[in-house]
């Protein structure tokens, strides 16, 4: 029997931004269709479908007993969400409306519009790069949509670091699978 998901599971190129994604059930599992629109963050451990199973199988829900508070609750989701659309609608402006240093300027078209010969970056890399100018010289200026976002990190830094502001970005790439054989042992 063929499986669409398992024969193609890439649909997108890893230099553009990410414009499809296979759909999953309320399981985790795929079915089959393909949603023609970027795939929103969420919590998802995709588990293989036993063999034999009686009922309908259930995605059981990651807990964060452990890292969560009545005082703080992570809604890691919702912020990553609004934080990429904030990213998506900075990213179509014009440079005249980008709010940011002439330096960071050059470096944004140069990764955003550079014909690269050899080695270029993902967009993942170029994302998250973009999100950490967009945090840190957008956000402050544009009033009460980047205020959210930033006093949502603030007060995560409060509750975790008090008087160490910090920010994480996450990059998840498959370097190996663009690599040439030879370098693949890295």
């Known amino acids: 029997m063929s499986n669409p998901f398992f024969n193609h599971p890439v649909?997108?190129?890893?230099?553009e931004y990410p414009s499809r994604h296979?759909?999953?059930?309320?399981?985790?599992?795929?079915?089959?269709?393909?949603i023609e629109s970027r795939r929103p963050a969420q919590f998802i451990t995709p588990i293989p479908r036993p063999r034999?199973?009686?009922?309908?199988?259930?995605?059981?829900?990651?807990?964060?007993?452990?890292?969560?508070?009545?005082?703080?609750?992570?809604i890691h989701t919702a912020i990553i969400n609004g934080v990429r659309?904030?990213?998506?609608?900075?990213?179509?402006?014009?440079?005249?409306?980008?709010?940011?240093?002439?330096?960071?300027?050059?470096?944004l078209q140069h990764w955003r519009h550079h014909n690269y010969s050899s080695i270029r970056p993902f967009f993942c890399q170029v994302e998250a790069v973009e999100t950490a100018i967009w945090l840190t010289e957008v956000a402050p200026q544009i009033g009460k949509t980047?205020?959210?976002y930033l006093d949502h990190l603030a007060?995560?830094?409060?509750?975790?670091?008090?008087?160490?502001?910090r920010l994480a970005l996450k990059v998840s790439t498959s370097i190996k699978?663009?690599?040439?054989?030879?370098?693949?042992?890295?």
Do not use: C
Not at 58 to 67: H, Y
Not at 155 to 165: G, R
Not at 177 to 186: F, G
């Open 52 to 74: 034999h199973q009686k009922g309908a199988p259930k995605q059981d829900d990651l807990l964060f007993d452990d890292l969560s508070s009545q005082d703080q609750q992570y």
């Open 11 to 15: 649909l997108n190129s890893p230099y």
């Open 85 to 107: 659309q904030e990213i998506d609608r900075w990213r179509e402006l014009p440079l005249s409306q980008w709010r940011v240093t002439p330096e960071t300027a050059r470096l």
């Open 155 to 165: 007060n995560a830094n409060a509750e975790a670091n008090p008087e160490l502001m």
């Open 22 to 34: 296979w759909e999953l059930d309320d399981s985790g599992q795929p079915t089959q269709k393909i």
């Open 146 to 148: 980047g205020q959210k």
């Open 177 to 186: 699978r663009w690599l040439p054989p030879t370098s693949r042992a890295l």
